[in-house]
């Protein structure tokens, strides 16, 4: 644990929409407070005051809150000179599932075979059953599968979206990782192969476990490609044992776990989010 760090001031900016996300904010208050901080929930508020007022700023908004005032406030709060460890670039690339793609692709990592359909008369390279999902967003919306790229194209709902190949059977491996470290790791199978989602919401069955060094390795590598020091990596096994990068998260959810997977999680979030703060302020003396 972080030591002498009780002047630093926290600002979790947070769209209260349920329960869940309620609970994981506690949890980060809880954890920073623990390491002598003053942290706070905040829902909006200006700039320039919150800037003054607190000395890191940590964004906890899923897709129901993207452009709610929580996050507008910590935006302009980033840009009055609030610090945050994964500021508004991080978040750009990660919920932006083509430029997160492009990052995988530029640090030669594995991925199922992705393209940004632009329109209907798209010409797909993909051989077989695919995916098709919204560009930007996450919690699994929208997610649909199709026999082939052909019929992606003419009738998923969106014109413009990403499609990908899709994995036979996978196994779906969410990775926690913090400061280039694996905080936690569980797989996701789900009863039938017809699934498309491997979420828990969806019927999934979730098992914690420790990360082979392959899996641990191309989850780091996941997060240094778009430079996020806190996120949710998701990495798909095929039923060879071959890994694949899918995408990556900075607001992923850890509320749904054990009690005390959730605390090491956030005890991890804050440890990382303090270490970066300390190291961008200017030596004294």
């Known amino acids: 644990m972080l030591e002498n760090v009780e002047k630093i001031r926290v600002a979790i900016f947070a769209a209260q929409f349920n329960g869940a996300q309620e609970e994981t904010t506690e949890k980060l208050i809880l954890a920073f407070q623990k390491r002598g901080c003053q942290a706070l929930a905040v ?12 000395d890191i700023g940590l964004l906890r908004v899923d897709d129901e809150g993207i452009n709610s005032t929580a996050e507008q406030a910590a935006n302009a709060a980033e840009k009055a000179g609030l610090f945050f460890t994964d500021g508004h670039q991080s978040k750009k690339v990660t919920r932006d599932k083509s ?10 990592l594995k991925q199922p075979h992705t393209e940004v359909v632009a329109n209907r008369g798209h010409k797909s390279n993909i051989i077989g059953p695919t995916i098709a999902k919204p560009i930007s967003g996450g ?105 694949c990068a899918l995408e990556i998260n900075t607001n992923f959810g850890f509320e749904t776990g ?7 999680i956030a005890e991890a979030v804050a440890d990382c989010s303090i270490s970066h703060y300390r190291a961008s302020q200017p030596v004294s003396g």
Not at 99 to 108: N, P
């Open 43 to 54: 829902a909006g508020g200006g700039g320039s005051e919150l800037a003054q007022s607190f």
């Open 99 to 108: 430029l997160s793609a492009q990052c995988f692709d530029q640090a030669g």
């Open 139 to 243: 919690r699994s919306q929208q997610i649909a599968a199709f026999p082939d790229a052909l019929s992606a194209v003419r009738d998923y709902p969106l014109e413009e979206f990403l499609l990908q190949e899709r994995i036979a059977h996978p196994i779906s491996w969410r990775v926690i990782v913090a400061d280039e470290q694996v905080v936690v790791s569980y797989k996701r199978t789900m009863p039938n192969d017809d699934a498309v989602v491997a979420a828990v919401s969806a019927g999934a069955i979730r098992e914690y476990c420790q990360p082979g060094e392959d899996l641990k390795k191309l989850a780091l590598d996941m997060a240094q490609a778009t430079n996020v020091a806190i996120a949710g990596v998701d990495i798909l096994q095929d039923r060879n044992g071959r890994l």
């Open 258 to 264: 054990p009690s005390s997977v959730g605390a090491r």
